[in-house]
């Protein structure tokens, strides 16, 4: 490895550096640039945005449009700390920003946004575009392998090329660390900016995957990938009640994912790691209380001659073997058994299937990280860390994390906005007054 020495080298041409070209690092890029900074953005990656890419099954829901009050409910662990975010560019902005660079959005249940084409592809592709429009130089294959300091303030990147190996160091007024999470660590996302921020006095909220599937005991082999629409799940931490989702959940081979799992997924990987008993309970019939489902099964249990017929009328087939083997009933058996007990027993299946949580998924599969960089070392006005002059932070590197809707996303294209704002007053100092 060689490195170019900065010795007697001329001024360095960048106002602000932006390590990690994914939606937090493009529009902090993007912004910077925009208010005059000379800004180069590096990608250790072949291209940029991997992750944003591959988001909301490929067609990326990018943000929401519910209130700014409902979107903070869905956002820990302090909802507050983004305000200023918001205020400087949300969800009309993130929109009227694509429409201006081709990619029409259109707005699905629950107020969430995805590209007009559903295409995630046509996001990344226009927010490059728009970077490079803004006069960003994207350098891409560029491995940040540490952030330098000198004197409290930020002074230069030491930063690995490939595929040559060849180290440089690039020195800059102002650096953005937009470096993303620790999941799906094929995009690039490795949780390099965790160890930037460590490495230079920052504190780091404890990391754990989050919207993540969940492993359970048991689990029901022959259930394996069916998928289950308006049911409602149940989460119980050391025998009390937390909290309850309705909606769409799958059975998986090590236990339950999908939709209400995700959002539940939070508390639970909190609570494994607290040691505490997780539980979780699906009932499968959320539409009809205790007396009108045993009413309704009454009914059915009268019209039928079998066991399988009534369970056949109630469930998916994969589920109907679980219940029979659970209340010992072969699919022959006569209606009559199903008397009082029997009945209680089935009613308390069909409204509390219960699982015992013994883990979840792992970083490759979580869609976010949960922890991060500390709010408390970082300014929500500016971004900028309270620790080291001139270096700031952006998008899921920071102690921030949302539900599934679109909030992770304008989230990271919140923060960047406002990130690179504040970097380019900062590097401009009285020239971006003139602006
Ligand atoms: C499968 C999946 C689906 C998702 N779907 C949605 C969705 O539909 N809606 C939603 O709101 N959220 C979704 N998310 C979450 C969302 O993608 C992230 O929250 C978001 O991408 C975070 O943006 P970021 O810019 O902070 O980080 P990232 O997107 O992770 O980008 C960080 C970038 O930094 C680069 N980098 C890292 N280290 C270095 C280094 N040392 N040097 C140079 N470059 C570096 C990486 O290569 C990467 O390109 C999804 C996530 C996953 C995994």
């Known amino acids: 490895m060689t490195m170019k020495s900065s010795e007697g080298a001329k001024p360095s041409p960048w106002d602000v550096v932006v390590i990690g070209a994914g939606p937090a690092g493009l529009l902090a890029a993007g912004r910077a640039a925009m208010l005059g900074a000379r800004v180069l953005l590096l990608e250790k990656m072949e291209k940029p945005a991997r992750k944003l ?8 829901n990018i943000t929401n449009m519910k209130p700014l009050e409902e979107h903070l409910k869905e956002i820990h ?12 560019f949300f969800n009309h902005d993130l929109v009227a920003l694509l429409l201006e660079h081709g990619v029409e959005t259109k707005t ?7 590209p007009a084409s559903d295409r995630a592809w046509d996001v990344a592709e226009a927010l490059v575009a728009w970077a490079k429009a803004q ?12 952030v330098m300091i000198e004197e409290g303030a930020f002074a230069g990147l030491l930063v690995t090329r490939m595929p040559s190996g060849l180290s440089e160091k690039i020195e800059a007024r102002c650096a953005i660390v937009a470096t993303g999470g620790k999941s799906y660590p094929a995009t690039g996302s490795t949780g390099d900016g965790f160890h930037f921020a460590e490495t230079t006095g920052h504190r780091i909220a404890a990391l754990r995957p989050s919207l993540v599937s969940i492993e359970t005991r048991p689990v029901y082999e022959s259930t394996t990938g069916l998928n289950l629409k308006n049911v409602q799940l149940t989460l119980w931490i050391d025998g009390k009640k937390h909290s309850s989702e309705f909606g769409e959940a799958d059975f998986t081979a090590k236990g339950l994912g999908g939709p209400i799992v995700l959002r539940l997924s939070r508390k639970i990987v909190h609570a494994l790691a607290a040691g505490q008993k997780v539980e979780v309970t699906l009932d499968l019939k959320p539409a009809l209380d205790l007396p009108k489902l045993d009413a309704r099964l009454l009914r059915d249990t ?20 679980v219940f029979s083997r659970t209340l010992g ?40 990280t949960a922890g ?3 709010l408390k070392d970082i300014d929500p006005r500016t971004m900028g860390s309270k620790k080291i002059e001139n270096l700031y932070f952006a998008g899921e590197v920071m102690d921030l994390d949302a539900n599934t809707g679109g909030y992770n996303l304008q989230i990271a294209f919140s923060t960047g906005w406002l990130a690179g704002e504040a970097a380019a007053k900062k590097a401009l100092g009285a020239s971006f007054r003139q602006l």
Do not use: D, Y
Request: charged share 25%.
């Open 53 to 60: 890419r591959i988001t909301g099954k490929g067609r990326a």
């Open 77 to 88: 662990p302090e909802p507050r700390f983004l305000r200023q975010a918001f205020q400087a």
């Open 108 to 114: 699905e249940r629950g107020e969430r946004v995805f």
């Open 135 to 146: 006069g960003v130089t994207i350098t891409r294959h560029a491995k940040v392998e540490s």
């Open 302 to 321: 009268e019209s039928s001659n079998t066991c399988g017929q009534v369970l056949r009328a109630l469930l998916p087939s994969q589920l109907v073997e």
């Open 329 to 368: 009933l072969t699919h022959a058996a006569p209606t009559a058994l199903l008397k009082a007990p029997m009945r209680k027993q089935l009613l308390t299946l069909l409204k509390e299937l219960r699982f015992e949580v013994t883990g979840h998924g792992s970083w490759e599969e979580a869609i976010v």
């Open 372 to 374: 991060g960089v500390s």
